[in-house]
């Protein structure tokens, strides 16, 4: 699933191709994609049609085009979504579920092949800037409103594993099982590390792991695996070949050289190494 910096990657590209230029005719391809949009397909084509994107945003793994009209057109990618930026007349891709024409003579297509991602027409939460729908979502570490010193207490007055926390999107948005897995190796933590347990330094330490991986991801826009994940131009990224944990299994840890070891986590996979990031025991 695309984390923070492919979302935040995804939302440039937006912010570039997309905003400024008003919507045409909206073809709803896939029911599914729209599924959250409660009045239906028909209505969220109208709500768009005409409407100019006036900026593009992001919390966590969400993002969005704030339009005209004070509507928000809201985007999840989902496990497979891209969000993609293409001539009109290219052919069309084979997971194409969501099409919107651009008066630049561009089409903005969602492009989903397992159709867990999702597209609707939202109004502002209590804030005037962000999505009814998303408005509980926490804020995350790259956001200059985040305030690492509440992070910490929260995160320290949880009991639960130290991974889990970090997944808990009301916590800490945008952080997915690669970043977290990156974090706690960068921090020599296993997943299942009391966060009780956890010193303010300790959790200090981890959450700037955690913003380091991330921004570093960014940079080199993102991280690709299966080719599910591209930027609106169908680039991949490239942090891939920066991973010290995830997916690694039995290659050597980069800090001691002991092979990277795979757990089952969440009905997914953990990934890290036995030597540096040690099983904390069992409580009594």
Known sequence: MPELPEVEVVRRGLAEHAVGRSIGAVEVLHPRSVRRHE?????????????????????????WLVLDSGEMLLAHLGMSGQMLVQPAGKPDERHLRVRLPLSDGAELRFVDQRTFGHVMVDVPGDRVDVPSSVDHIALDPLDPA??????????????????RALLDQSLISGVGNIYADEALWRAGLHWAHSTR???GGRATELLGHARDVMTEALEVGGTTFDGLYVNV??????????????????LPCGRCGTAIVREAFMNRSSFSCPRCQERPRPRA
Do not use: I, M, Q, W
């Open 39 to 63: 009045p239906g397909a028909a209505d969220f084509a109208a709500r768009l049609e005409g409407r100019v994107p006036t900026s593009a945003r992001r919390r966590g793994k969400y993002l």
């Open 146 to 163: 985040f305030v690492p010193e509440a992070f910490v207490r929260a995160l320290r007055a949880r009991d639960t594993e130290v991974k």
């Open 197 to 199: 347990a956890l010193s």
């Open 233 to 250: 131009n169908g680039e991949s990224g490239y942090f891939s070949r920066g991973l010290n944990a995830y997916g690694r299994r039995d």
